[in-house]
């Protein structure tokens, strides 16, 4: 695998317990720290039902539901990953974002984490059509993920839930809703 410049900065939000978002730039020893403080043991997260019920819930929203509250205790990151409009092709500009998270996926101290990454839209357009779209952006980023850069895929889920989790639920059409969150879901088993 090619050694993408990891020591480069990268600008990310960074999810605090209380479920704000930082917005920094963080270097590749942050960006490691960040995704690997496991406080506990992560609580078992069932992705079938995630995806149920994001689906089920369409219009409504899934920030309070019991099984995604539970999302908001683990580790965490916000990263900004373009896409061509209304499509799942990354922007070739994010790949190098790609690649510093697939970086940090192989350092050993995180090997051994298995992660969600969650699509997220901004509000603009169909519900469903959010969630279907999220979550096909959702399988492009793990899909170059273990593809391209070489994290093997039992490490990797995905779900996509839309408008439904903004970062700005006043303003749900903004841009910064339209995101990628990666989740430590706790040890390879």
């Known amino acids: 695998m090619k050694n993408i410049g990891f020591s480069a900065l ?12 930082l917005a920094q730039e963080l270097n590749d020893t942050q960006l490691v720290r960040t995704l690997g403080r496991i406080e506990s043991a ?13 689906s089920a819930n369409a219009g409504k929203g899934v920030a309070n539901l019991p099984n995604w509250q539970k999302l908001s205790k683990l ?18 500009k994010s790949y190098r974002t790609v690649g510093l998270i697939a970086d940090a996926l192989h350092h050993p101290n995180l090997r051994r984490y298995k992660f969600l990454v969650v699509g997220h839209t901004n509000a603009t ?13 959702a399988n492009a980023i793990t899909e170059a993920l273990s593809t391209t850069f070489a994290i093997k895929p039992d490490r990797l889920y995905s779900i996509g839930v839309g408008e439904e989790w903004p970062l700005d639920p006043a303003n749900p059409k903004a841009a910064e809703n339209r995101r990628v969150q990666l989740i430590n879901l706790g040890l390879v088993k």
């Open 42 to 54: 992560a609580p078992a997260i069932d992705i079938a039902l995630l995806v149920e019920e994001a």
């Open 10 to 21: 990268l600008t990310i939000g960074l999810t605090l317990s209380s479920g704000q978002a």
């Open 125 to 137: 357009g169909d519900a469903n059509h959010n969630l279907e779209l999220s979550a096909q952006r």
């Open 75 to 92: 580790s965490q990151l916000i990263v900004e990953i373009e896409f061509e409009n209304d499509s799942v092709a990354i922007e070739p």
